[in-house]
């Protein structure tokens, strides 16, 4: 059971992880839920 929890917890941090990137404006690091195309584009 605790073997799980441990492969289910870094399984999440490595998604959470992949999905960061740093928001030019502030300077700071932010997850990122769609592309900057994307951003740009939705305003």
């Not at 399984?11 to 932010?30: H, K």
């Amino acid at each position: 059971m605790v073997g799980r929890f441990a492969i289910l917890t870094g399984t999440i941090a490595l998604l959470l992880s992949a999905g960061c990137a740093v928001n030019p404006v502030t300077g700071d690091e932010e997850l990122m839920l769609f592309s900057p195309e994307k951003d740009v584009e939705l305003g």
